[in-house]
């Protein structure tokens, strides 16, 4: 490991939570030993509410779902009833019950999971409420409260199956976090080596991660990263492809799946500037890379058995006398020419050498990349859903039911012929934009998939809509949301099994 690693040890972290597992608790258990306790309650635990004195009152306040305070000597118990049983009610409930303990100024608490609870809906009441947990915040003064110690309590004892499944669902959650901490990190802080440093510190004394590659500035050249080169050119600090494989079955030669993340450390649109009042958030254009760091950290974690790439283009979109230009023609390491039509659809240019260059190396069974591409998802799908662009109907399946397993949404757009055809040029092979914004989301999908290598499975993901919020859904916070995190971890443990 290059020392640059230890040095930067100070990178940005939001407040973090302790968790804790336990199983064969009884109610009694926990009351005795705790100061605060959430405890979940549905039609077939309802009875456990005549535990605690007034429970003829606390049935009626129960009876229509949601909450209820009561007291057991000295432990506060909020009780959380799901009535309808719907993942959306017990979403809003896992946000609603960390607004309430924010209220008492309350920092540890104790959820008390009794048996009999529906699998699927305590644990998207943990993951909402985890998620929730959560406030980006450099505040000096002040700053908001969070719980630090989150003890998680089963009646039932825990077999190995189901303590695998609470182990994954916390690394999940806080994989989701820790890409929301980096993605909200602003580029004068969260530079190109910044992102260097810290994929570097991520990997740190795993010995599965076998390779860490990193090209950059000149090198890029030497090895035709043209257009990730020209896309970088106008910083003063240099563009990278960054690339970790990570070892898991060592068994197996081949790697099994590649995870590429567009990441622009800011976005300016370079030439082609971006007006005030769009630029602004343009930090968050390297969401792709930081959900591709965030899903390696969760991958060391769970030590999943399989073999996987990720690959990251690191770069900022800079004003300069050397930034790159509209109507620049120029060859991508596949060899095709590319004329610059707007230097702010640069995400294609990186993705696409990145793209290439993975399958070179690599030659992956299947590869996924995840990038803020477009605007234009957003107005097509809002921000509670990403794009996905595929040239293999049964991957992409497989990747939006991976989605639905931990609540996350993306839904299957085309790439059409003439998507394909908008993209061809007369002047040099490809264009990185069409003569306007139609289809601009499929557009961009079309040109990427000319990068992606014969025989290779691809997803693209478009997570430009809810990777990044001007108002919170929750449990996904205002501004950066990690969306995706757990979308790729689940599609990862999918593909580890088979
Ligand atoms: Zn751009």
Redesign the pocket.
């Given at each position: 490991m290059e020392s640059k690693a230890e040095e930067n040890t100070q990178f940005v972290k939001s407040k973090d939570f302790l968790v804790k597992t336990n199983g064969g608790k009884t109610l009694s258990d926990v009351l005795a030993a705790e100061k605060t306790v959430v405890m979940l309650i549905n039609k077939d635990s309802l009875h456990l509410a005549e535990s605690f004195d007034h429970h003829e009152m606390i049935k009626e306040d129960l009876k229509n779902g949601g909450f209820a305070w009561t007291y057991c000597d000295k432990t506060r118990v909020l009780l959380v009833h799901y009535k309808k049983e719907t993942v959306l009610e017990v979403r809003a409930l896992g946000v609603q019950a960390i607004e309430t303990l924010r209220e008492r100024k309350i920092s540890e608490v104790t959820i008390y999971i009794p048996q009999k609870s529906d699998f699927k809906l305590s644990h998207t009441f943990i993951q909402s409420f985890m998620m929730w947990n959560y406030r980006f915040e450099l505040k000096t003064i002040g700053g908001i409260s969070l719980l630090t110690e989150i003890n998680l309590a089963f009646e039932e004892e825990l077999t190995e199956n189901l303590k695998r499944e609470v182990e994954c669902l916390i690394v999940m959650v806080k994989s989701c976090l820790f890409a929301r901490d980096v993605q909200n990190t602003r580029a004068n802080i969260a530079t190109c080596q910044y992102m260097e440093d810290l994929i570097k510190a991520t990997i740190e004394g795993c010995d599965k991660v076998t390779e860490c590659t990193v090209i950059k500035d000149k090198e890029l050249l030497e090895q035709n990263f043209n257009l990730l080169y020209n896309v970088g050119k106008g910083s003063t600090i240099p563009p990278r492809c960054i690339t970790c494989l990570y070892k898991g079955n060592p068994d197996e030669d081949e790697v099994h799946i590649a995870i590429v993340g567009k990441g622009?450390v800011f976005?300016t649109?370079g030439l082609n500037i971006k007006a005030t009042g769009v630029m602004e958030d343009n930090f968050s254009?390297k969401g792709g890379a930081c959900v591709t760091l965030a899903a390696l950290k969760g991958i060391i974690e769970l030590d999943l058995k399989i073999n996987v790439v990720f690959a990251f283009g690191i770069t900022e979109?800079s004003v300069d006398a050397e930034s790159y230009r509209p109507s620049d023609i120029i060859t991508s390491k596949k060899g095709l020419t590319v004329e610059i039509m707007n230097t702010?659809?640069?995400?294609r240019l990186v993705l696409a050498d990145v793209l290439w260059h993975v399958y070179e190396t690599y030659k992956p069974t299947y590869c996924v990349d995840l990038a803020t591409l477009t605007g234009t998802i957003i107005t097509a799908l809002g921000s509670n859903a990403c794009g996905v662009f595929t040239n293999d109907d049964e991957f992409v399946e497989e990747f939006i039911q991976a989605g639905k397993e931990v609540n996350e949404q993306a839904w299957h757009m085309p790439i059409f012929d003439d998507h394909k055809e908008d993209i061809l040029n007369d002047v040099s092979d490809l264009r990185n934009m069409g003569d306007d914004r139609k289809g601009h989301s499929s557009r961009a999908a079309a040109f990427m998939e000319h990068f992606v290598g014969e025989g290779t499975k691809w997803i693209h993901a478009d997570i430009a809509g809810p990777t990044y919020l001007d108002s919170a859904i929750p449990p996904m916070p205002k501004y950066c949301t990690g969306f995706a995190t757990q979308t790729v971890l689940s599609l990862l443990r999918k593909k580890s099994k088979s």
């Open positions: 622009v976005d649109g254009d979109n702010d659809a640069e995400g």
